[in-house]
């Protein structure tokens, strides 16, 4: 299956309907918004740094897919009528060979329900497919959740030599 077809929607348990779906260079505008409705503090876990917004290159770069590359999938719902973007996923090149590099973030109103494990499950897949062994990523030391999920999904959690500020992520594939 080519990736690009990927697509699956699901109900959450209060009725919502999730699609689960590659970004596109045409999901700029909802992922531009999707940034900017961050929090600060989930804008600073996900970037390490205070950004408001992407940079016009950030935003091109983020919404194309360059499979077995890299990949993004996004998680959208109808929100008045108009697909809203409520958490992405992507993996790219690693720090070593056979292993990607990922990271993930949420719209604030939508943790606790799920979306987080789905988006990773879904990308880790994705991953495996492209023909990576490994995945990882860093977590910002006070980013609990994250490092919960991590550790439920299996990732070997360990503290960052390099800098102590961050945790470092692995999972083999």
Request: proline share 5%; charged share 25%.
């Amino acid at each position: 299956m080519n990736p690009e077809d990927f697509e699956t929607v699901w109900q959450l348990d209060d009725g919502t309907r999730v699609t689960l779906r590659p970004i596109r260079p045409s999901d700029s505008k909802i992922e531009q918004d999707f940034v900017r409705s961050l929090s600060p503090q989930s804008r600073y876990f996900r970037f390490f740094t205070p950004l408001k917004e992407l940079s016009p290159e950030a935003l091109e770069k983020f919404t194309r897919n360059v499979f077995p590359t890299s990949m993004a999938l996004i998680a959208t719902t109808l929100v008045q009528g108009r697909e809203t973007q409520v958490g992405v996923a992507r993996f790219g090149p690693g720090s070593k060979s056979g292993w990607g590099e990922f990271a993930i973030s949420v719209a604030d109103a939508w943790h606790g329900r799920g979306l987080a494990t789905r988006l990773l499950e879904a990308l880790f897949q994705m991953a495996k497919n492209s023909g990576l062994s490994g995945i990882e990523g860093h977590a910002m030391n006070e980013n609990v959740r994250m490092l919960r999920l991590a550790r439920q999904l299996g990732f070997n959690v360990r503290a960052d030599p390099e800098d102590a500020r961050l945790f470092h992520l692995q999972k083999v594939l």
